[in-house]
């Protein structure tokens, strides 16, 4: 595809309306948005380990519209460790400015945007189930989502988004030591089955397993 055809599908790109709740979801989560001009316009880039095949299949289908090469094998070699994984690569187009503006603060540092009330609906929170959530354990029969890009602060208001939004309890719990303290947001025994009455009808197949508490 030439430059210039790639430059006028850019322009009638759009974003429906479950592509947007599928996006939340994975910005929430592993999900990222790069801007090439600073700010102006911003591609998303989906790369999970090869295991997650499947999983980075059902995200394509959804944004293939946005997408000039299908998802590929992208080896990578971490010291003397060589990973393995799959992903793809949106076009980069203005459309994506309002979620990189909202999820991403001026350092490009990852955020919970002050609107995330507004955007998070019962798939978004489904998707990032997905990437980020698992079971607690068979002995508490809930759920943790394992929220490592994210400050205490900002965890603080996606619980109090969920309590007010979706009537989820939840408690913040620590994670590691010192400078490599991270947190996770823990879903109350109380607020299990609710939670899992929502995500439930969303919840790929492949990702059944993180919902079996026992």
Not at 145 to 150: C, E, G, R, S
């Amino acid at each position: 595809m030439y430059s210039k055809e790639i430059e006028e599908k850019k322009k009638k790109l759009k974003i429906t309306l479950p592509q947007k709740r599928v996006l939340v979801g994975l910005l929430l989560g592993d999900g990222c948005l790069v801007s090439p001009n600073d700010g102006k316009t911003y591609r998303l880039q989906i790369e999970y380990s090869l295991k997650q095949k499947n999983y980075v299949n059902w995200i394509y289908q959804v944004f293939k519209d946005w997408v000039r090469t299908p998802p590929r094998v992208i080896e990578k070699k971490i010291g003397d460790i060589a990973y393995r994984n799959y992903g793809f690569t949106t076009l980069s187009f203005a459309g994506l400015r309002f979620f990189g503006q909202h999820f991403y603060d001026s350092k490009k540092r990852k955020r919970v945007p002050k609107i995330i009330k507004k955007l998070l609906t019962p798939e978004g929170l489904a998707v990032w189930f997905m990437d980020d959530g698992s079971r607690k354990s068979k002995r508490h029969k809930t759920y943790n989502i394992h929220t490592l890009n994210f400050s205490q602060k900002d965890l603080r208001f996606l619980q109090k988004v969920l309590r007010e939004k979706f009537k989820i309890k939840t408690r913040i719990h620590r994670q590691g030591k010192y400078k490599k303290m991270r947190w996770r947001i823990y879903v109350m025994s109380e607020s299990a089955k609710r939670f899992r009455e929502i995500i439930e009808p969303f919840v790929l197949p492949s990702f059944r397993y993180k919902l079996d508490t026992g």
